[in-house]
């Protein structure tokens, strides 16, 4: 039996004062202006939806400006004086400073995070378990 620990949530992060920064959630398509800045090819699930919604609405759409980078001050660069998006999980946001701000990717990009209970276990040790693994997703 799987036992739903909580939400995981891809966001989206740029300046607080960015123009999608007061939306509650983004949609893919509204990403297409912005230099999409990626620290991890962990979060390329963005990348390849945009690219197939993308393609599914105007096969001749100019192509998505994207970098890499690797290092965590030059990403910071790229959203403060350019204006950029990046993505990270929503457990991560604390880790960044106080002039960004993170705004949900649409519910495609939530994943669930859960326990595995077995009945052979005592439900001492499953709530055990599980408080673990709340730790160390926290």
Same mark, same amino acid.
């Given at each position: 039996?799987?036992?739903?620990?909580?939400?995981?949530?891809?966001?989206?992060?740029?300046?607080k004062d960015h123009p999608l920064a +007061? %939306?509650?959630?983004?949609?893919?398509n509204r990403l297409e202006n912005y230099l #999409?800045?990626?620290f991890s090819d962990s979060?390329? +699930?963005?990348r390849d939806l945009l690219e197939l919604e993308r393609k599914k609405e105007n096969a001749k759409a100019e192509p998505l400006?994207? =970098?890499?980078? =690797? *290092?965590e001050r030059l990403m910071t660069k790229y #959203?403060?004086?350019?204006?950029?998006v990046?993505? =990270?999980? *929503?457990?991560a946001i604390a880790t960044y400073p106080d002039t960004l701000k993170c705004v949900p990717l649409d519910k495609r990009f939530v994943q669930q995070a859960v326990a595995i209970y077995?009945?052979?276990? %005592?439900?001492? =040790?499953?709530?055990g378990y599980i408080n673990i693994v709340k730790t160390l997703i926290n």
């Open positions: 039996e799987l036992c739903k620990i909580r939400e995981i949530q891809t966001v989206a992060i740029m300046r +007061q %939306l509650p959630q983004i949609p893919l #999409l800045v990626f979060i390329a +699930q963005v400006k994207i =970098t890499k980078v =690797t *290092d #959203l403060i004086e350019e204006n950029a990046s993505f =990270t999980l *929503d457990w077995s009945s052979e276990l %005592l439900p001492e =040790t499953v709530m």
